[in-house]
């Protein structure tokens, strides 16, 4: 059986939509945490586990009868690492054959501004001194994330971040999805490492030009400095642990860090990920 934890986010969604469309659902389990809102899952025949990452007495009924468990990473919490941990230490208590990890693709992780990224590479450390067999898959950031930097009046505001020039090779986190699923079909437990990202890279200017061909309606870009963009958060009531991190997030695109390019992505689809110019049509409905 194949676990997915984190099964009823975003991503765990995308990848057991592809799932439960090439292998039969009782060789699938979903982790939650609340059962109500796996009833769908549950309805189609899927196997559902409640618990939490913090909660190891949870962890390990959970993984009973499991053959691979993907690891989605939680959220931004203090206590995200330990709580993964967690789930690698059940896995292993659990004879589990191997574990999968959504990760980052970041280019210099030594040299982040948002520290709160390296979690994601101790957490690959700790997985690789586990001694399970285990499969890395190190994801670009989402292009569905636009809509929150850009803000929902773009057409009118256009985009004013703090972001400089920097180029970020943005892929469906759909696609991601389904990539990491066709990985998991193949239940093939070597260790390796997968760099899921988009064919080319983007700036924020090119995602205006493709919010201003989609839509008919002029948008630009304009890089604005860090206070400026701090102070407008400010007059949202934003608290300064979001501001800190937003900047923080955005500097990294500045200085290049989501800027890699690998084929790994297009390998796994069989073909080429959604373009920046169709994912911005599906993501502002334009």
Do not use: W
């Amino acid at each position: 059986m194949i676990l997915v934890t984190g099964a009823t986010g975003h991503l765990g969604t995308a990848v057991l939509q592809t799932l439960l469309q090439n292998t039969p659902t009782t060789q699938l389990a979903a982790l939650v945490r609340d059962v109500q809102k796996a009833a769908a899952l549950q309805a189609q025949g899927v196997s559902i586990r409640v618990g939490t990452y913090g909660d190891p007495a949870a962890l390990d009924r959970a993984m009973q009868g499991i053959e691979q468990v993907l690891l989605i990473s939680g959220g931004g919490e203090e206590e995200a690492l330990q709580e993964h941990k967690n789930v690698v230490d059940a896995a292993k208590r659990a004879g589990v054959q191997c574990i999968a990890y959504t990760s980052r693709a970041l280019k210099d992780p030594s040299t982040l501004v948002n520290e709160l990224m390296g979690r994601h590479f101790d957490t690959e450390a700790y997985i690789q001194a586990s001694g399970l067999p285990h499969i890395l898959f190190r994801n670009i950031l989402y292009m569905d994330v636009l809509p929150l930097f850009t803000g929902p009046n773009v057409l009118e505001t256009g985009i004013n971040l703090p972001a400089g020039a920097g180029q970020v090779s943005f892929a469906l986190r759909r696609d991601m999805g389904e990539a990491i699923a066709n990985v998991l079909l193949e239940r093939n437990f070597t260790s390796r490492t997968y760099h899921f990202t988009g064919s080319e890279t983007y700036s924020f200017h090119d995602v205006a030009a493709a919010l201003t061909e989609a839509s008919g309606k002029q948008v630009r870009y304009t890089p604005v400095e860090d206070e400026a963009f701090a102070a407008g958060m400010r007059q949202r009531g934003l608290p300064e642990l979001a501001i800190e991190r937003t900047i923080g997030f955005l500097t990294d695109i500045k200085n290049g860090q989501e800027s890699e390019v690998s084929l790994d992505l297009a390998t796994v689809l069989g073909r080429q990920p959604t373009s920046l110019r169709e994912g911005v049509k599906q993501l502002y409905k334009l």
